[in-house]
């Protein structure tokens, strides 16, 4: 039976891996007749990008279901994994797992979004008041600062703070979720990077800006249309020789 114990923080991090990779901006998008949002505006497959859609009830339904599959797994693992063995560590790995599997979806081409909507879940089911604190931070800088990759940057910098400051008055402090919750950081850093360059550059787009649509294409001029001018030259000038030979 031990043996068998061991396996499950493996198969809770698979399985929280694979709720990870269902990737509810592009499901909540085919469901309500949307563009993918992986063919228009930042092509992040993200609640941000849903909403530059113009579809908000679509943008609000993603955020939800992206935050709930990383705060889902976590919770499981601490309803029920204590029994079975599962200590902090398996919450953190599962955790990390989810988080990863909305950065990396086996179901989508490994190409999905950058994570901050499932990375706010996870911290809400490690605890509900880190994930507060972090959300309020977020709101915080996107309404100053009105840059939704900008919010995500400051949050992520200063969660991992957040979670060593509560320690001790707020939640105890738990090296392998400590472990977990910079590694989501640094992940969230390296995913934003373009944005980082963008904002540096001026070039950002800000929250509830639309994508803006495909300028149509050129018309291209039919070739018979010069083939007739070409030939009406032709003749013009060869009326203009016979002329100078009468001439002549």
Do not use: C
């Not at 200063?158 to 400051?165: H, I, K, N, R």
């Not at 402090?173 to 373009?194: P, Q, T």
């Amino acid at each position: 039976m031990e043996s068998i114990q061991s396996f499950f923080p493996v198969l809770a991090a698979l399985a929280a891996y694979l709720v990870g990779s269902l990737s509810f901006a592009v499901i909540v998008s085919r469901v309500m007749g949307l563009n993918d949002p992986r063919t228009f505006g930042s092509k992040n497959p993200g609640a941000t990008n849903v909403l530059r859609s113009g579809s908000k009830a679509a943008a609000i339904i993603t955020l939800l279901l992206d935050a709930a599959k990383g705060w889902l797994p976590v919770m499981l693992v601490r309803w029920y994994g204590k029994p079975h063995g599962l200590d902090d560590g398996t919450v953190a790995m599962v955790g990390l797992a989810a988080f990863l599997g909305h950065l990396y979806p086996v179901f989508f081409n490994f190409f999905g979004g950058k994570g901050v909507a499932t990375a706010l879940g996870v911290l809400l089911g490690l605890n509900a008041w880190l994930g507060l604190a972090t959300l309020l931070i977020w709101l915080a800088t996107a309404a100053l600062f009105r840059y939704s990759s900008l919010a995500s940057i400051v949050a992520a910098l200063l969660a991992p703070m957040v979670y060593a400051l509560g320690g001790g008055e707020v939640w105890f402090v738990s090296k392998s979720i400590a472990l977990g919750v910079v590694v989501m950081s640094l992940l969230l850093l390296y995913r934003h990077a373009e944005n980082i360059n963008r904002l540096i550059k001026g070039t950002e787009s800000k929250l509830g800006k639309k994508a803006s649509a495909a300028p149509p294409a050129a018309p291209v001029a039919p070739v018979h249309h010069a083939h007739h001018g070409h030939q009406a030259g032709r003749k013009t000038q060869r009326g203009h020789e016979h002329k100078g030979d009468h001439k002549v």
